[in-house]
Each structure stands twice: as structure tokens, then as C-alpha cells.
T-cell receptor
Framework: GQSLEQPSEVTAVEGAIVQINCTYQTSGFYGLSWYQQHDGGAPTFLSYNALDGLEETGRFSSFLSRSDSYGYLLLQELQMKDSASYFCAVRDRDSGYSTLTFGKGTMLLVSP | GAVVSQHPSRVICKSGTSVKIECRSLDFQATTMFWYRQFPKKSLMLMATSNEGSKATYEQGVEKDKFLINHASLTLSTLTVTSAHPEDSSFYIC?????????FGQGTRLTVV
């Protein structure tokens, strides 16, 4: 089986930097993904880490440490539009590396 | 990135009727698509995995006779909620994989009255 833990809510102000952590337990590991979901919308892909290290995409970066079963999403220069839910997700051996299992999501609230 | 189109985005139906939701991969072929359900402020829960040309694989606790899935082509999967009841009201989202990455449809907000 698999499980993912991430904080339920994070608050920050515009212009700040915020880090959303994700720890996971899987029966095999095939990469950690991050998705953003605005209220009422569908999830959109943000980032994917298959190997250890940092992946940078504009204001967003994602980090993975496979030995620690840990990753994080880093959001810089926060904007009001970044207020959304952020989900980490993994694929693992039990699902044949086919299906994504999502964490419960972290609601990010960005204030002026 | 790849595009997945889901239709309709919003539907209201009467209790006891059936509703069909379509999920299309527009610029890639998807032998496997996934159907999720999401309650307000909650995470996405996988309902079933749709396999082109064969039967869908349902997650534990999901009634396969209530949530009929058909994956007749490499670009189209449908989810039919049969004999809908108010407790079926939810946000349904499909997903398809393009290589290592998953892309989602826009979601369908189903309200059963």
C-alpha cells in the first residue's frame, strides 16, 4: 500500500516563500508529482521528480530525497493567484506503477 | 503538455436517472484512463482504472454496476452514473497518462436533485 502525509493548510503573504512538505510510504517508488488545484477546478500538473534533487520551473521548485521518502514543493515570490490546494502524488509497485495516489492536499492561503 | 477534455463540466439530473461523462485525450492516445471522485475540501479518490478494449478495474468499495465505465477507443473513456441519487453528487475527474505524467480533464460537477 501507499500513504502520503502533507500539511493540511499553510498561510503566507504575497512575495514570500513557502515550502510544502510531503512524506510518503510506498511499496516501491516511481516518482513524486505535484499538482495544483484551484477551488472548483481540475488539478494541473506542476512538477515531477523521479531522481533525488531539485527541479526548478519558474517560481516553483520541487525537491526529492528518496532515501528519506520525502519531498517538498517550494513556491517563491508568492502571488494571490497561488492560493489553491497542492497535492503530492506517487505511483508505486502495488498499482503496477500505473495509478496515482494523492496526498490529502495542502491548502495554501496567500494574503496581501 | 497533453490535453485531456472532459464533458460536461456541470450537470444537474433528477434522482433515478443516468448521467454519462466523457473523457477524451486530444493529442495523444491513452490505453489507460483513470476516474476520480472528489468531495469538497477533500483529496482525489481513485474510483476505477479504465482500460481500452477490456473491463475496467474498480477500487474497493466502488460499485461497478452503478459506475459503468467504457473505454472503446484509445482516446475516449466514458463514466455513466446509473440510477443517480443525491449522495452521488460530487466532482468527478478523469485523467490520462502521457508517458510518466498524468493530465486531468476539467472535471464534472454532478448535482443530483
Amino acid at each position: 500500500g501507499q500513504s502520503l502525509e502533507q500539511p493540511s493548510e499553510v498561510t503566507a503573504v504575497e512575495g514570500a516563500i513557502v515550502q510544502i512538505n510531503c512524506t510518503y510510504q510506498t511499496s516501491g517508488f516511481y516518482g513524486l508529482s505535484w499538482y495544483q488545484q484551484h477551488d472548483g477546478g481540475a488539478p494541473t500538473f506542476l512538477s515531477y521528480n523521479a531522481l533525488d534533487g531539485l527541479e526548478e520551473t519558474g517560481r516553483f521548485s520541487s525537491f526529492l530525497s528518496r532515501s528519506d521518502s520525502y519531498g517538498y514543493l517550494l513556491l517563491q515570490e508568492l502571488q494571490m493567484k497561488d492560493s489553491a490546494s497542492y497535492f503530492c502524488a506517487v505511483r508505486d509497485r502495488d498499482s503496477g506503477y500505473s495509478t496515482l495516489t494523492f496526498g490529502k492536499g495542502t491548502m495554501l492561503l496567500v494574503s496581501p | 503538455g497533453a490535453v485531456v477534455s472532459q464533458h460536461p463540466s456541470r450537470v444537474i439530473c433528477k434522482s433515478g436517472t443516468s448521467v454519462k461523462i466523457e473523457c477524451r485525450s486530444l493529442d495523444f492516445q491513452a490505453t489507460t484512463m483513470f476516474w476520480y471522485r472528489q468531495f469538497p475540501k477533500k483529496s482525489l479518490m481513485l474510483m476505477a482504472t479504465s482500460n481500452e478494449g477490456s473491463k475496467a478495474t474498480y477500487e474497493q468499495g466502488v460499485e461497478k454496476d452503478k459506475f459503468l465505465i467504457n473505454h472503446a477507443s484509445l482516446t475516449l473513456s466514458t463514466l455513466t452514473v446509473t440510477s443517480a441519487h443525491p449522495e452521488d453528487s460530487s466532482f468527478y475527474i478523469c485523467s490520462a497518462r502521457d508517458g510518466s505524467l498524468a493530465f486531468f480533464g476539467q472535471g464534472t460537477r454532478l448535482t443530483v436533485v
